[in-house]
């Protein structure tokens, strides 16, 4: 193999190596957020009756609550990073899917997070996020991924 070919081939080798890697932390993100959506799905009842027992909020059709993955959007976005108990009436709660949390450094120095109640799971631009109005966040939950 002459000179020429073997830089070629060590070139595409770097490059296919270097997309492997990263690859790879893709599809490790990819099964932290689906792991996450996972267990709100599988264990949000539960995770909600421990809240409510945490703060002795018992469901009424005015103040009504339940588990959503938190996903994040912007700086350091990690995806499905946790989850959120949301509080409202049970109507508007039961459109809540998730909790958007976009993010912005503020003066360079400070980093600002909000906490939205969306309709919708899609996060991918934090101008479009359908908020569900009269929800809030009552509570947050972390999860060790």
Not at 21 to 33: E, L, R, Y
């Amino acid at each position: 193999m002459d000179r020429k070919n073997l830089v070629r081939t060590a070139l595409v080798g770097t490059i296919l190596f270097v997309t492997g890697v990263a690859g790879a932390g893709q599809i490790k993100q990819a099964i932290k957020i689906i792991g996450v959506a996972a267990v709100v799905d599988r264990f949000g009842g539960d995770i909600n009756k421990e809240l409510n027992k945490l703060t002795g909020h018992e469901d009424t059709s005015k103040s009504y609550t339940k588990v959503v993955p938190i996903l994040t959007v912007g700086l350091r976005s990690r995806g499905a990073i946790g989850a959120a108990q949301v509080m409202g009436s049970k109507a508007n709660v039961e459109k809540v899917r998730a909790v958007a949390s976009p993010e912005i450094e503020f003066l360079g120095e400070v980093h600002i997070r909000a906490l939205i109640p969306i309709s919708t799971t899609d996060v991918t631009d934090a101008k479009k996020l359908k908020v569900v109005d009269g929800v809030g966040v009552s509570g947050i939950v972390d999860l060790k991924v």
